[in-house]
């Protein structure tokens, strides 16, 4: 996944049904002496909205929680879309504009406290490791670089097949890919973590090599390839918001012709378009663990 030197400014267009971190606040900066309890925090996509409903399905949100034992405060962080996932996962196309427009980002998010009935209820809120103010402070500075050049959030994994050793042709970028690095780096540090099994969804799709296509300018630019062009927005039309039921199963049986019978679908990540010919089983959630890091044994000489 590509790092990008700088954040650029979102556009009037793109437009969240729920504001991004409206409680959010900047990282405090802790005594030295300070010990802070680290949570692991994860709960069913949209639990706030709909219960346990993707918790059934293993489609979780992960999170990070924090308490200062010198102030007794909580704190929340997590990385998600500024515009909700549909707007990271396919583009408009808008009147008047021959690309596709993506409404993409995604970004960090702290704040006070620690909603201990939203992470309970349907999911974890387990302590897995205690670290310094000192290591605390080192984090935060380690998360707004992450923030200002990791900016463009991405649903899909993509490998060769279902095989644990398979090919991983494109990495997903969402929230646990986030916690995973901020556990990471807390073990840089020196954090030591728990033995428990922790568990993350990931959403794949399977296909064989992936073909490079280009970028917006090459292929919607002025000298673009216009067939190339056309069959990217033809690909991309069935998947907008639906307005009635019909239009929904109408758009529904165009994707399973495209992906399914005709095995094709169009990726785009860092900014490229890339063509994925789909095998069985074309798409699969899975909730697969992914150890708790240990620390780096060369660098604290243990």
């Known amino acids: 996944h590509r790092r990008f030197d700088y954040r650029p400014k979102t556009d009037p267009y793109c437009q969240a049904r729920y504001t991004f971190c409206p409680t959010g606040s900047a990282i405090p900066v ?3 002496e300070d010990v802070i309890e680290v ?14 409903l993707l918790g059934h399905l ?27 996932l549909g707007n990271c996962t396919f583009p408009h196309l808008r009147p008047g504009m021959d690309a596709p427009f993506w ?47 990791g900016i463009y959030y991405e649903t899909w994994t993509v490998q060769a097949s279902p095989d644990k050793e398979s090919v991983v042709w494109f990495d997903s970028y969402e929230c646990s890919k986030f916690i995973l690095r901020t556990y990471q ?25 992936p073909i490079y296509l280009g970028n917006e300018t090459s292929i919607f630019g002025p000298l673009g390839n216009k067939t190339l062009a056309a069959a990217i927005r033809d690909f991309y039309y069935p998947f907008k918001p ?19 019978l005709k095995h094709q679908f ?33 660098l604290f000489g243990a």
């Open 30 to 32: 802790v005594k030295e």
């Open 39 to 52: 949570y692991r925090l994860q709960t069913p996509v949209w639990e706030f909205k709909y219960g346990d």
């Open 58 to 84: 293993k489609i979780m949100h992960d999170a990070v929680g924090f308490k200062s034992s010198l102030t007794g405060k909580n704190y929340t962080m997590e990385w998600y879309e500024l515009f909700q």
């Open 103 to 149: 409404c993409n980002q995604g970004a960090a998010c702290f704040y006070e406290g620690i909603d201990d009935a939203h992470w309970k209820e349907n999911g974890t809120l387990v302590l897995v490791t205690t670290i310094s103010g000192t290591m605390f402070n080192e984090m935060a500075k380690w998360v707004k670089h992450d923030n200002e050049t």
């Open 185 to 209: 780096k807390l073990a840089d540090l020196g954090a030591v973590f728990k033995k428990i099994q922790t568990n993350y969804t990931s959403i794949i799709l399977f296909s064989g090599e």
């Open 242 to 260: 639906y307005r009635t039921v019909r239009e929904f199963f109408v758009d529904l049986l165009k994707i399973i012709d495209r992906v399914i």
């Open 266 to 298: 169009y990726l785009f990540y860092n900014l490229e378009y890339w063509f994925l010919p789909m095998k069985f089983p074309y798409l699969k959630v899975v909730y697969e663990e992914v150890p708790l890091p240990t620390r780096n044994k060369t």
